[in-house]
């Protein structure tokens, strides 16, 4: 009976060992409990209160996080906007300005035709003639024929075939105006230059000025004012073309920040859009015929190779203005009379003849691309209208045929920029070969 009690004893005690055990806490060190939440299984489950043991035996709660993190989408990332300097083409260049043109009358010879004195009347002497019958067929006194020519009282002695001079003739003068020249004056009487230098005791190439009395000489027959129409460039600027103005640029949209917990990626940026294209310059109005002279740079270069010198000789006169209301529209060239004319360039005869006041027998080429050539004061003329001329074949022989007082040239080069213009003088030096 002792025996079993003491066994009995040692188990219950042993048990009470092993329990202890399995409850024992060192003091001082805090129970590590997770963070996270557990799931407890089966052989987790706390003790129900009739199998708990003694103590404390009661297992910890369960750890539940201290905020509940939620997840959602990230907010949309701002487009981007362009730059003005992307987007902002430069303004197109300005146009061209418009041409257009006009027609315009020009009047030349418009000054006034006076009564002047004419030069002297002349008497020759014949046999029985007297002073005093010369006189009345003068129409005037025997003592004023006796003055104008110095003869001597009481006598009056004269011969046959001398000549006297009897009082200033009545004739017509022409008061020159502004802008007028010999040729133009000319050409109102009917007349031609020399006939008028003559008239006047004085030079083809002299200076008139506005108020001058020219003498008309016999037979002129006044025809009006020489009128001549020609178109005259107007030039206009074209309307500006509207510039385009830079786009103000957008207002940035708004954006919600992102929660503190959730720190977002950096943005990726979007690309940049390709700057607008460059307009293309704008096409040039289209040409219209020009009736001025060419500049000189032009001339030359449309020019270059083209002609020959029609005859080499010294300069007697070079082209441009020659004082006030004279010009030379060519070039004369010193030469021998019956010196050979070549032609300056292949092309057509247009003109032939003597007709053109001032110049004689002269003869007008016209060639390719718009350009007549002119020779004029020729002793002979060699070939005939609408004859095809080839470069250097001989036209004719120089002489002084016009209003010239020595064998000449008078050689002239003429170019129109399109058909539909009229041939312009322009400076023979910039064509022919220095």
């Keep these: 009976m002792t025996h079993f009690l003491s066994r009995t004893a040692l188990v219950l005690l042993a048990s009470s060992a092993l329990v202890a055990c399995s409850t024992y806490q060192a003091e001082g060190v805090e129970q590590?409990?997770?963070?996270?939440?557990?799931?407890?299984?089966?052989?987790?489950?706390?003790?129900?209160?009739?199998?708990?043991?003694?103590?404390?035996?009661?297992?910890?709660?369960?750890?539940?996080?201290?905020?509940?993190?939620?997840?959602?989408p990230l907010d949309p990332l701002p487009q981007a906007q362009p730059r003005p300097s992307d987007?902002?083409?430069?303004?197109?260049p300005p146009p061209p300005p418009v041409q257009e043109y006009e027609t315009i009358t020009?009047?030349?010879?418009?000054?006034?035709?006076?009564?002047?004195?004419?030069?002297?009347?002349?008497?020759?002497?014949?046999?029985?003639?007297?002073?005093?019958?010369?006189?009345?067929?003068?129409?005037?006194?025997?003592?004023q024929l006796a003055t104008d020519n110095n003869l001597s009282a009481p006598n009056y002695v004269i011969q046959p075939g001398q000549v006297l001079k009897g009082p200033s003739s009545k004739t017509k003068a022409y008061v020159v105006a502004s802008g007028d020249t010999l040729f133009a004056i000319a050409r109102r009487f009917s007349v031609n230059g020399l006939a008028i230098a003559d008239a006047n005791d004085m030079e083809l190439n002299d200076v008139i000025r506005p108020g001058q009395r020219l003498l008309l000489p016999e037979g002129f027959r006044d025809t009006g004012p020489v009128t001549s129409t020609v178109r005259v460039p107007v030039t206009r600027s074209a309307p500006a073309a509207p510039v385009p103005s830079a786009p103000a640029p957008a207002a940035p949209p708004v954006t919600t920040p992102p929660p503190p917990a959730v720190r977002p990626p950096a943005p990726t940026p979007a690309p940049r859009p390709a700057p607008a294209p460059t307009p293309a310059p704008a096409q040039p109005a289209p040409i219209i015929p020009s009736t001025r002279t060419p500049a000189d740079a032009q001339v030359a270069q449309l020019g270059?190779?083209?002609?020959?010198?029609?005859?080499?000789?010294?300069?007697?006169?070079?082209?441009?203005?020659?004082?006030?209301?004279?010009?030379?529209?060519?070039?004369?060239?010193?030469?021998?009379?019956?010196?050979?004319?070549?032609?300056?360039?292949?092309g057509d005869v247009v003109y032939a003849g003597d007709q053109v006041p001032g110049f004689g027998n002269l003869v007008l080429i016209k060639h390719a691309d718009g350009w007549v050539t002119a020779y004029g004061h020729l002793a002979r003329i060699d070939v005939k209208m609408q004859d095809k001329i080839s470069q250097g074949q001989q036209i004719g022989q120089a002489g002084a045929?016009?209003?010239?007082?020595?064998?000449?040239?008078?050689?002239?080069?003429?170019?129109?920029?399109?058909?539909?213009?009229?041939?312009?003088?322009?400076?023979?030096?910039?064509?022919?070969?220095?």
Excluded at 33 to 62: H, I, K, L
Excluded at 414 to 432: E, G, H, S
């Design 32 to 72: 590590v409990r997770p963070n996270f939440p557990v799931r407890q299984g089966p052989a987790m489950q706390s003790p129900s209160p009739a199998t708990q043991p003694p103590g404390d035996m009661t297992p910890p709660p369960a750890a539940q996080p201290t905020s509940p993190i939620e997840s959602r």
């Design 87 to 92: 987007s902002y083409a430069p303004p197109p």
């Design 106 to 143: 020009r009047t030349t010879a418009t000054g006034q035709v006076v009564d002047a004195d004419g030069p002297p009347q002349t008497y020759t002497v014949a046999a029985g003639d007297t002073v005093y019958g010369i006189a009345r067929k003068l129409s005037t006194t025997r003592d």
């Design 304 to 346: 270059r190779g083209r002609f020959i010198w029609p005859l080499r000789g010294d300069m007697l006169s070079t082209f441009g203005p020659k004082g006030t209301g004279q010009r030379n529209d060519g070039v004369n060239i010193r030469a021998r009379s019956g010196e050979t004319v070549r032609a300056a360039a292949a």
């Design 401 to 434: 045929t016009g209003e010239v007082g020595e064998p000449q040239l008078h050689f002239e080069v003429r170019f129109a920029p399109t058909p539909q213009d009229r041939a312009r003088p322009i400076d023979p030096m910039l064509v022919l070969p220095q």
